[in-house]
């Protein structure tokens, strides 16, 4: 049965779960004000009330005690319902009436998920510290740490679930199609060609394949480009959205590919498993997930490669990030299909010009050298269902004092971020699905960043770029928000999460977490006195900074939840948080 995962007990650990992640992160946002109760805590409205106990740390993050959490209605104890809880706050959380059950789906496809993973074989954080690269990619239990609906996934059923979530590890072939070329859009990094960059991920025998079923309609293989895409979209979106371009082959239906691919935690990104050396394939995907429909812009498809060349001849140039190791995953293909039907009928931001386009992203494997292994940086947050984290395992496994291990992770990981920021104002989007670990004896070495032309910015009209990739330039930041994309990005939405894991297991406090975050920052400040004017400019040490607020732009509008031609102006600020570092 595919509802199989749905029972009372797993179903009730997994409400009990989200309500706690939903009562930290909204009183973190300060959407609630605990009142103090006894030994913990309350939060309460004319409907129910909800007492915990949570232990504070810095940030203004509460690690909440799920197991504390209990519920009264009308004075009666009552089961901890994440969507009652929901419904009860709805207005006190801002959200509308007409949006309201909307996010109440993406709540119950995040509580659905959490309940699957309640039911697969646990693999301990302590196995996870020697697994596969794809085993951790498909055991990450949790998500976007700081959003309470991070799984929603709204248009999967639950065949769909089971067939391409990233936590069932499931194999997936992924179709193709053939695309008139007078209709697409195709690029390609200046080091490699489209054709040849085919025949490395296809081979030659499935390339005449395709080629004889394009001539099995009528068609000309030289008047068509081959395009990859997600089955769930082909059986959805293109097979009815598209159906006219399909009945005048202007698309043609191939079929599937022969190597098996793997989901990843981004969900619409597709690992290589048969041959893990070739490429990732990223797809549009018309689902609803955190905010967005994650489909793919032709548009911007243009350029993909182009940004991402630029991006990787400024790091691999720069001394300083690569003496820290740090590299990107270039996206180094991309085609985008137009359709002239809804390009005419919509305006350049609509989702139905986002449905038919992917991109070719490099594989981390050909990077690794003797004795490193790959992880998804999301894993670090993990914690097993006995409460170890892998966090702490890697620690443990290392040998090194904990100090020592989070020192060389931060000058893989928090160095070259600020590096990129202080010498460049290079920004990007480094949440833990965005980065990759390369590991040695459990100690984090380097870091490889991706998903990088949808997701950089630069910020300074001092920085040159070349004319074609103009549009990664944001100059509508003011200088007092530019240093958030460390304080909120790594500080608030990563350094938060970790430092209360390895107190919690004895390994740091708080107080020697962020000191040793500290002396990271400094030394590289001592080390890049060039740079002195814009470390003076831009204060990582300042008292403190806003409080720049996730779940409140989801609340707001789980369709669109900020607009991508001004997301600047996007952001929701509530006061400021104080800062760790400058503290110590």
Not at 438 to 454: F, S, T, Y
Not at 481 to 492: A, M, N
Not at 509 to 535: H, I, N
Request: hydrophobic share 40%.
């Amino acid at each position: 049965m595919t509802t199989t995962h749905l029972q009372p007990d797993t179903w009730a650990v997994a409400n009990r779960a989200l309500v706690r992640k939903a009562l930290a992160e909204f009183t973190h946002e300060r959407l609630f004000e605990p009142v103090t109760s006894g030994e913990g805590y309350t939060v309460a409205n004319d409907t129910s009330s909800y007492y915990f106990k949570a232990d504070r740390y810095p940030l203004n993050h509460w690690e909440v005690d799920a197991a504390s959490i209990t519920r009264t209605r009308a004075g009666v104890d009552a089961p901890v319902d994440a969507l009652d809880f929901i419904t009860e706050f709805h207005e006190q959380l801002g959200i509308g009436a007409e949006m309201l059950p909307v996010y109440l789906e993406e709540i119950s496809s995040t509580l659905a998920s959490s309940a699957y993973k309640l039911t697969k074989d646990d693999l301990t954080a302590a196995e996870l510290v020697t697994a596969d690269f794809q085993a951790i990619e498909s055991a990450m239990t949790e998500g976007h740490p700081c959003f309470v609906a991070n799984n929603g996934r709204l248009g999967f059923g639950v065949e769909d679930y089971r067939a391409f979530a990233p936590e069932t590890g499931s194999a997936v072939r992924l179709v193709w199609i053939a695309v008139r070329r007078d209709r697409a859009t195709v690029s390609h990094s200046k080091t490699i060609t489209y054709d040849a960059m085919l025949r490395d991920e296809l081979g030659t025998p499935v390339l005449q394949r395709f080629s004889e079923r394009i001539r099995a309609v009528g068609g000309d293989p030289a008047d068509y480009h081959l395009m990859p895409m997600h089955p769930w979209q082909w059986e959805n979106k293109t097979t009815i959205t598209f159906a006219a371009d399909i009945a005048q082959r202007h698309i043609v239906f191939l079929g599937t590919s022969d190597d098996e691919y793997q989901p990843q935690q981004s969900i619409r990104t597709f690992f290589n498993r048969t041959r893990p050396s070739r490429n990732y394939v990223k797809t549009a995907l018309s689902v609803l997930n955190m905010g967005f429909m994650r489909g793919l812009s032709p548009a911007y498809m243009a350029k993909t490669p182009a940004i991402n060349d630029w991006v990787h001849d400024l790091v691999e140039n720069d001394a300083i990030l690569k003496r820290y190791g740090f590299s990107v995953l270039r996206e180094i293909a991309a085609i985008g299909y137009h359709n002239r039907y809804y390009e005419a009928a919509t305006s350049p931001g609509s989702a139905y010009r986002k449905m038919l386009s992917a991109l070719w992203r490099e594989s981390p494997v050909p990077t690794l050298g003797e004795g490193e292994r790959l992880a998804t940086m999301a894993s670090l947050l993990h914690v097993d269902r006995q409460g170890s984290s892998l966090a702490g395992a890697l620690i443990k496994s290392s040998g090194l004092d904990a100090r020592e291990w989070l020192r060389s992770y931060l000058d893989a990981y928090l160095v070259p971020l600020l590096h990129c920021f202080y010498a460049y104002e290079l920004v990007f989007m480094p949440h833990g699905e965005n980065l990759i670990l390369v590991l040695r004896d459990g100690v984090p070495v380097r870091v490889l960043m991706k998903d990088i032309a949808e997701e950089i910015a630069v910020l300074s009209t001092a920085t040159a770029l070349p004319a074609e990739i103009e549009r990664v330039r944001v100059t509508n930041v003011p200088d007092d928000e530019k240093l958030l994309s460390i304080f909120t990005d790594v500080f608030d939405c990563i350094f938060r999460f970790l430092s209360p894991l390895l107190a919690g297991e004895g390994l740091l406090s708080p107080t020697e977490f962020w000191a040793v975050v500290a002396s990271s920052v400094r030394d590289y400040q001592e080390a890049t006195p060039e740079l002195a004017a814009a470390f003076a400019k831009y204060d990582l040490f300042s008292p403190e900074f806003a409080l720049s607020c996730l779940n409140r732009l989801q609340l707001k509008n789980n369709q669109s939840m900020v607009d991508l031609a001004d997301m600047a102006g996007s952001l929701q600020f509530v006061g400021t948080l104080r800062n760790p570092l400058a503290e110590v």
